[in-house]
């Protein structure tokens, strides 16, 4: 089983519409989950953080069970702007100083005029 | 606020010269800094990270090297480039006594080995 594991879409949807993103991860002693998005030919910028009780940002809703290991992001009213890869990261083993993230490949949104 | 730099931007290489990419943070003390290397239409992989000056740990066995001159100083090197090394190189750096561990990376730089 890959460590994070995300459906690399594309998907394809119309401004406007609600979209939902999903993620596994692997290991049960993972602490912190994050959202990133990547737009192309850049790097990566922190989206959200995930919390326990789930969490919203405007637009964007993250949400984790981690009876699951499970993680989501909902985008709602999709803007042309939200076009991008959204990679669903997750904190490696106790934490401690070396703080090392997995990153899912991500999945490649397309918001359609 | 705390800023990460990375130069350069693009590169190009031929198969068995050297490299030096570099990577400096402003605005902060004592940083968690990490290198990545995301190759074409794949995940970002990390190549190593390091806790303190001269403190550096590998995590993927290549002929790559990394090294912590100064406190927010991070340099990535080889001696001799193969074609698999292309790919876009990412350096982050996180907040040692940040309890949630969010990494912020900088612009990035494309390498191309012909």
């Known amino acids: 089983r890959k460590e994070v594991e995300q459906d690399p879409g594309p998907f394809n949807v119309p401004e406007g519409a609600t979209v939902a993103f999903n993620c596994t991860y692997s290991?049960?002693?993972?602490?912190?989950f994050f959202w990133y998005r990547q737009d192309c030919r850049k790097e990566p910028k922190l989206l959200m953080s995930?919390?326990?009780?789930?969490n919203e940002d405007g637009r964007f809703t993250a949400q984790l069970n981690r009876a699951s290991q499970y993680i989501s992001l909902l985008i709602r009213d999709s803007k042309l702007s939200d076009s991008a890869t959204y990679l669903c990261v997750v904190n490696w083993g106790y934490g401690g100083a070396t703080n090392k993230l997995i990153f899912g490949t991500g999945t490649l949104l397309a918001v359609q005029p | 606020s705390q800023t990460i730099h990375q130069w350069p931007a693009t590169l190009v290489q031929p198969v068995g010269s050297p490299l030096s990419l570099e990577c400096t943070v402003e605005g902060t003390s004592n940083p968690n800094l990490y290198w990545y290397r995301q190759a074409a239409g794949r995940g970002l992989q990390l190549l190593f990270y390091s806790v303190g000056i001269g403190q550096i740990s590998s995590e993927v066995p290549q002929n790559l090297s990394a090294s912590r001159p100064q406190d927010r100083q991070f340099i990535l090197s080889s001696k001799k480039l193969l074609l698999s090394d292309s790919g876009f190189y990412l350096c982050?750096?996180?907040?040692?006594?940040?309890?949630?561990?969010?990494?912020?990376f900088g612009p990035g730089t494309r390498l191309t080995v012909t």
């Open positions: 290991n049960s002693a993972s602490q912190s």
């Open positions: 995930v919390y326990s009780s789930g």
């Open positions: 982050a750096w996180t907040a040692r006594d940040r309890v949630s561990y969010e990494q912020y």
